[in-house]
């Protein structure tokens, strides 16, 4: 394009005002990138899990916990395939930074119920054995520098149990990467409660599900420990609901993003456009036309937007990418990436920005009269 | 001699807030084809509004101004400002250069309107560069060019697209002597050696000594009895 270098030069005709403005779009599109890929994550948390599985919890509150004798009964419901006890612990190694995602679950039990865990037969059957033994995500591995066969001493956060663990297995599974597990056994017989916080259950038919609740809530209403029983995703969803409105508030952080950097933009923007009053005025006495000069400074502010994007959301890719997330976020975003539907929608959003905030100049400029530019120094 | 310009009874009236100001009162002149015109006279008489209306940056109150056998204050926006390219060239008092690009840029920039491709604006650009004698310049930026130097960019600027007429706004008026006397030969010698009509808006009685011609206006109006042929520098 003949215009290129035109456009090029101008772009960066004032090298601090350029550098301070994409390193604030820069800023400002690493937040709105993150911001919604931490959204997705959640989002990918609460509608997660397998489709066969309900959770029963206390009716009371997911804090008050059930008592083991209730295992038989969920058994003896027509339609459930197997139950498990899970309990979340919380707790951390070493140092409280280091807190990940701790609960029990039983042992002899990983993979009838929870088969997408894919865990090696023999490192599966070393953890059954091992009534200490540790199940443990394939990021916290990696984190710690942990391997196979190590002994390491957890750290309590609710419960009066510090576990000493012998790492016996790993799971590479995805969204399970930053959790540890460890023996249902261990725990109960280190407090001797025979009380657990969630049953899981799995069913045979998944169209049975809504009815198999129901007859587990009413085999528990009358007792001391009523349940409340939820399919997977709807007690994954409590966590996200625990945390308020969360997407409200991300949301409009991002939409405050957006209206900030377009009023800063359109200020150094139309800065920009009043320095080159009179080169516009030569411009458009040599021949530009209204359309074409207007064409330029779009294009001008709008790459200045792209950079800005590109400087943003290609630092948080690669952060996401190299970095080590797991540790930056203690563990609750392992997995933090941009994904292409995010980085194309900071795009537009930097598009978008380059042409409301460069608009107004623009168009003063393109409507300039050539005498009233000519005259502010002729 | 054919009148490449023909001005008839043209008025400039500017709007002031609520206050009409009236710079031009009917004007009627003609500029034959080759000719050097220098316009004088006190400032507010109108001159820069009349070089403003010939080079069709302006458009009239009233009256006609017909350039080349077409009438230019008929003309929209539009077609105003491609007509420029093709047959306008400009030259202004402070050379308005564009800081970011080098000569040969500033040069081109009049040519990026047209289709010539990029060897020949290339050709262009480099024949109008050593006609103004900066062949040796053509890299360097404006604030890497004297005054002079400047000024000589800008006219090669105004003649690399080879128009009908260069209209030239004190294009003296920041120099020093040394460097007026070469701009204004450089000025005579595009209008004699290459045929180039030109209109000249100065107050410098010497440089209007270089026009063949000089029309001094008062207060919107031609001072017939003053216009006269110029000496021969």
Redesign the interface.
């Known amino acids: 394009m003949?215009?290129a270098?035109?456009i090029r030069?101008?772009l960066f005709?004032n090298k601090l005002r350029s550098f301070l403005m994409i390193v604030l779009m820069g800023a400002i599109f690493f937040l709105i990138a993150s911001l919604i890929q931490i959204l997705d994550a959640f989002d990918n948390f609460s509608t997660g899990g397998a489709g066969d599985r309900l959770v029963v919890q206390s009716a009371f509150s997911l804090a008050t916990m059930l008592p083991y004798a209730h295992e038989e009964k969920l058994r003896r419901v027509p339609g459930v395939v197997e139950v498990g006890k899970s309990q979340w612990l919380g707790g951390y190694y070493k140092e409280r930074r280091n807190t990940f995602a701790i609960l029990t679950l039983d042992a002899d039990k990983v993979n009838a119920l929870f088969p997408e865990l894919n865990i090696d037969a023999g490192q599966l059957a070393d953890f059954a054995r091992d009534r200490q033994g540790a199940l443990v995500g394939a990021d916290l591995m990696s984190r710690f520098h942990w391997k196979i066969g190590d002994r390491i001493t957890l750290h309590r956060e609710i419960f009066p149990f510090d576990p000493e663990l012998n790492i016996r297995a790993v799971t590479h599974n995805a969204t399970l990467g930053s959790a540890l597990y460890l023996h249902q056994d261990y725990f109960n017989e280190a407090l001797k409660w025979n009380r657990v916080g969630t049953f899981w259950v799995k069913v045979a038919h998944i169209n049975d599900m809504p009815a198999i609740s129901q007859q587990i809530d009413a085999a528990f209403k009358n007792s001391e420990d009523p349940t409340e029983t939820f399919t997977e995703k709807e007690f994954n969803r409590q966590f996200v609901n625990m945390m308020g409105n969360v997407k409200l508030l991300f949301g409009t952080i991002s939409l405050c993003s957006i209206f900030m950097i377009v009023l800063l933009a359109a200020i150094t923007m139309s800065m920009a456009a009043r320095e080159r009053v009179?080169?516009v005025a030569?411009?458009?006495?040599?021949?530009?036309?209204?359309g074409l000069i207007l064409g330029l400074m779009l294009t001008e502010f709008v790459i200045t937007t792209l950079i800005g994007w590109v400087v943003g959301v290609g630092g948080a890719a690669l952060l996401y990418r190299f970095g080590d997330m797991a540790k930056y976020t203690m563990g609750f975003l392992p997995n933090l990436r941009i994904a292409p539907a995010t980085a194309a929608i900071c795009a537009a959003a930097a598009i978008f920005v380059g042409l409301v905030a460069g608009g107004l100049p623009s168009m003063k400029s393109a409507n300039l009269?050539?005498?009233d530019g000519?005259r502010k120094?002729? | 001699m054919e009148a490449l310009v023909q001005i008839d009874n043209v008025r400039k009236v500017y709007h002031r807030d609520a206050f009409e100001v009236p710079v031009l009162n009917g004007i009627t002149v003609g500029v034959p084809r080759g000719d050097f015109l220098a316009l004088m006279g006190p400032s507010g008489s109108g001159k820069?509004t009349l070089l403003?209306l010939i080079?069709g940056?302006?458009r009239p109150t009233a009256g006609s101004i017909t350039v080349d056998g077409r009438e230019i204050s008929r003309f929209n926006?539009?077609a105003l400002?491609?007509w420029?390219?093709?047959h306008?060239g400009?030259i202004?008092?402070?050379y308005?250069l564009?800081?970011?690009?080098n000569a040969f840029?500033n040069v081109e920039?009049?040519l990026?309107?047209t289709k010539l491709s990029?060897k020949q604006r290339r050709q262009h650009v480099e024949a109008a560069l050593n006609i103004v004698g900066l062949g040796d310049r053509m890299f360097h930026y404006p604030r890497q060019l004297s005054g002079g130097q400047e000024q000589r960019v800008a006219i090669a600027?105004a003649v690399v697209t080879d128009p009908t007429i260069i209209v030239a706004?004190?294009p003296t008026g920041d120099l020093d002597a040394k460097n007026a006397q070469e701009t204004l030969d450089l000025l005579r010698q595009l209008n004699e050696e290459f045929e180039k009509t030109i209109v000249m808006v100065t107050h410098d009685p010497k440089a209007a000594q270089h026009a063949k011609r000089i029309l001094h206006l008062e207060k919107g109006l031609l001072v017939e009895s003053v216009e006269e042929q110029a000496a021969e520098a």
Not at chain 1, 282 to 290: E, N, P
């Open positions: 003949k215009y270098k035109l030069r101008n005709r009179t080169e030569v411009l458009k006495a040599i021949g530009f036309g209204r009269r050539v005498v000519l120094v002729v | 820069t403003n080079a940056i302006d926006e539009s400002a491609s420029r390219a093709r306008v400009f202004f008092q402070l308005n564009i800081p970011v690009l840029e920039l009049p990026l309107l990029k600027r706004d004190e």
